[in-house]
């Protein structure tokens, strides 16, 4: 717990998945193992446009190239050309030797070819397909190459473990990112990750520059990325797409601007509803921040949490925290109102501004909240919590929400009884509710700070 602040991220280590979000419904695709990113909006080129590009990617024509070149021809138990034919059509195509066998598997994989027992001919991909059925293939191209990350795509184990989150930052950075950068950036991670030794490292630092460009070469060839006028790399119109195709497969926020714009213009009591509902995303908020000064934005956004629900608090604060010390009138005034006060508290302390001090009776309050918020919040809104280790902290916040006077507790300790897979705090959380039903009564109140 920070100084000043409960996190969300400390519920995260407390509450079980199960318990703290609302059932997802069946339509919804399921968030991976990781932490859902929000990544800034693109523009992306008309799907005419790009449909026309596939074929003039290297590997797409080095693909279609190879499978007029095999025609019906025996290949090995693993389906691979044997190694005079590949060493034969490395040199009759002019690909080299180390792409050859990725151009195969992309012509296997996307349907150029075909293999039955043991022999490969033409597949049943149509030479002739419509945009919608291009870029499909195209996609199926970009994971292949991807998925060839685990197998040694370019080369550099360094680079190839660190492939995915390399195309993520230049994904988010559209002018391009100069290759000194991405290599810290991969030493970083790296460093992060794998924790080598001093000598190992100072090894991987050397070898990594000529590795990375090899590796952008390689991406080049893939049709991914580009040398910009100024010597950075930066994703093609192609490689946009296909990247923000494969970030949306993997439960991440990527817009387009074109989704984003939409959002720009409603009030700030929409723009929350909307983040409520989950038909926007965190996405759309940098949008409409824009078009507003922070002194106006804020105050919009606290009039409305003041008298909200926790699910439009939370909204409200996730949107808050994208201001900086411009917004310090608005919320500095919010400490009046008794259900922004610790969040304007909050908000005030990270920013190393002036703001007065929040007892632990206030952190149980917006510990409260924020698992109230997430029984209003819909889809990705809700976010993702971790089950709790150790149980014993749950176990004691429960234990303390009784007392604070929040108006959801009742409905907090409910949701944690019927829904905890600990049945330690399932029955923490049970004997909490009818404590707080007595308070609601009227029966003998804790002495807690002011709510």
Avoid at 108 to 132: D, H
Avoid at 227 to 254: K, N
């Amino acid at each position: 717990m920070a100084n000043n602040v409960f996190d969300l991220a400390e519920l995260r280590k407390l509450i079980d998945e199960q318990a703290a979000v609302p059932p997802r419904q069946a339509e919804e695709t399921p968030v991976e193992e990781h932490e859902a990113l929000t990544f800034p909006p693109v523009l992306l080129a008309s799907d005419a446009e790009l449909a026309r590009a596939v074929p003039a990617v290297p590997l797409v024509a080095d693909a279609i190239r190879l499978t007029a070149w095999t025609g019906t021809r025996q290949v090995s138990r693993e389906g691979h050309l044997s190694e005079a034919d590949a060493a034969a059509a490395a040199e009759e195509l002019g690909v080299p030797a180390s792409r050859l066998r990725l151009v195969w598997i992309v012509a296997v994989n996307t349907g150029l070819l075909k293999i039955i027992g043991g022999r490969a001919s033409r597949g049943p991909l149509s030479m002739q397909l419509t945009v919608e059925a291009t870029l499909e293939f195209w996609d199926g191209v970009v994971m292949d190459v991807l998925d060839r990350a685990d197998a040694g795509l370019t080369g550099s184990a360094v680079v190839d473990g660190h492939l995915a989150e390399m195309l993520a930052t230049v994904y988010s950075v559209r002018s391009g990112v100069a290759t000194a950068n991405l290599a810290r950036g991969i030493l970083q991670s790296h460093e992060v990750a794998c924790a080598p030794g001093p000598a190992e490292m100072r090894k991987i630092a050397a070898a990594l520059p000529a590795e990375l460009l090899e590796a952008l070469s390689l991406l080049a060839y893939c049709g991914l990325v580009e040398q910009t006028a100024a010597g950075r790399t930066a994703l093609t119109p192609l490689g946009v797409w296909a990247i923000r195709r494969d970030l949306l497969r993997e439960g991440h926020d990527a817009p387009t601007a074109a989704e984003v714009e939409v959002f720009a213009d409603l009030s700030a009591a929409e723009l929350v509803e909307a983040l409520v509902r989950g038909t926007a995303t965190q996405s759309a908020v940098a949008g409409w921040l824009e078009r507003r000064s922070p002194d106006s934005a804020a105050r919009d956004l606290i009039e409305i949490a003041a008298s909200g629900t926790a699910g439009q608090r939370g909204a409200v604060g996730a949107i808050l925290e994208e201001l900086g010390p411009e917004a310090e009138v608005p919320v500095r005034q919010a400490l009046d109102h008794p259900l922004m006060r610790r969040y304007a508290a909050s908000w005030l302390h990270i920013r190393d501004l002036d703001a007065p001090p929040l007892s632990p009776e206030d952190h149980t309050w917006i510990a409260v909240d924020s698992l109230a918020a997430l029984m209003h919040l819909s889809g990705p809104a809700a976010g993702r919590l971790d089950p709790p280790d150790p149980g014993e902290d749950l176990i004691k916040l429960v234990g303390e929400m009784p007392a604070v006077g929040h108006p959801d507790t009742i409905a907090v300790l409910d949701m944690l009884a019927s829904a905890h897979d600990d049945q330690a705090v399932a029955k923490a959380a049970r004997k909490a509710a009818m404590k707080a039903r007595s308070l609601e009564h009227g029966g003998p109140r804790p002495v807690a700070r002011r709510s």
